[in-house]
Structures are given as structure tokens and as C-alpha cells.
């Protein structure tokens, strides 16, 4: 196995990528404690990946190693192959976005994975209506038995990373979370950078 291509994500910013049927893609953490959004498309633009569908394909809250993952209409996009950080992911909450900023207290413009989504989506000709729901890898929000989520930092260790299969060829987006108010770390002490590679 090669790899085909292998890309930075600088802290707070997003990237695409294509990812052909077959191929791996590796999403690494290479600092620790940094989650990840990803989204994804068809390389035709049909169709793209939601999270509360690939909940109800697997019936989980949360990913674990074989599950799918999979549109917004069902279709196979994604299998999820190796998982080497202690396990929290999340597929529950959106993206960050300059709204939900301003509801927390922020003051002025604050990069989001929305914002850092749209600007690397468009450049693969991906323009969306509205920001799809992501999976947010590394994110360590668990749920009790009351419903009630918490809001924790990521508990991944420098090159911790998750390993999915594609299903079809894709485009898909992946951000460095842009979360970091002082009440909210869920990104540890300050955002850092992912690493994204396509294996073929």
C-alpha cells in the first residue's frame, strides 16, 4: 500500500481531499486532545454523509471499529476499519459556526469548522445550501443515562488516528475544530493541527 496523498490540516482551517473507492483514509491527531470534522460527498456531488443517518444504520450514538457510514439517502460511503485512540467519538453534535460563537459570548469573527468547511468544499465544487452534520472525530462528549451531554477534552494522544475504507469515490473535508473558549476544551489548552492521509 501507498500513500497517494498526505495533507496538513493547520490549526483552526479545513482541507479537501479525494478519496477513490477502495482507499483508505487516515485522520491523525497529531498534537493530541484536537478533534476533527469530516464531511463527505459523491465525487458527483449526489449525495453526501450525515451522521444521524449512519446513527440509525448502526444503531449507536457513537462510532466503533466496523461500523458504516453512510448519505443523507442511505448509500454506502464509508467502513470503519481501525480506531487507535481510546475510543470517544461523537455523531451527535454540528459544526462549529460564527452563530453559534456569538451565542457562547464570543466577541467578533471567530473561525469555525462551517466557515473552514464551505471554504474547502467550494474549492472542489461542493456548495451546499446548508453545512451538513459531521462526524467529529476525537470528540469526547459522552451522553448519561439522563440525556444530559458533557463537554470534555478530547482524550486522544499525539498520532492517535482512525482508519476508514471507501465505499465509492468521494470528496471529503476534514477541519482542525476551531473550539477555543476558555469554558469549552474540548480541544485541551489551544487548537492544533490534524494530518489526513489517502492510502491506496
Not at 9 to 36: F, K, N
Amino acid at each position: 500500500m501507498a500513500t497517494i496523498e498526505s495533507v496538513v490540516v493547520p490549526p483552526q482551517s479545513g482541507v479537501a481531499v479525494r478519496v477513490p473507492e477502495g482507499a483508505a483514509l487516515r485522520i491523525t491527531d497529531r498534537e493530541g486532545q484536537q478533534v476533527s470534522d469530516m464531511f463527505a460527498v459523491f465525487s458527483d456531488l449526489s449525495d453526501f454523509l450525515s451522521a444521524r443517518t449512519s446513527r440509525a444504520a448502526s444503531w449507536r450514538l457513537f462510532p466503533k471499529v466496523g461500523d458504516p457510514f453512510v448519505s443523507v439517502n442511505y448509500r454506502p460511503m464509508f467502513l470503519f476499519e481501525e480506531d487507535n485512540t481510546p475510543g470517544a467519538h461523537d455523531l451527535l453534535a454540528p459544526p462549529c459556526s460564527a452563530e453559534m460563537y456569538e451565542l457562547l459570548g464570543s466577541a467578533g469573527y471567530h473561525p469555525s469548522c462551517s466557515d473552514n468547511f464551505r471554504a474547502a468544499a467550494h474549492s472542489v465544487g461542493w456548495n451546499p445550501e446548508v453545512v451538513p452534520d459531521p462526524v467529529d472525530w476525537f470528540q469526547n462528549t459522552p451522553v448519561d443515562g439522563a440525556g444530559q451531554i458533557s463537554v470534555r477534552t478530547a482524550l486522544t494522544r499525539p498520532g492517535d488516528s482512525v482508519t476508514l475504507r471507501a465505499l465509492a469515490d468521494m470528496f471529503v473535508v476534514v477541519t482542525a475544530c476551531s473550539m477555543d473558549l476558555p469554558d469549552k476544551k474540548i480541544n485541551g489548552d489551544s487548537c492544533t493541527s490534524i494530518g489526513v492521509e489517502v492510502i491506496a
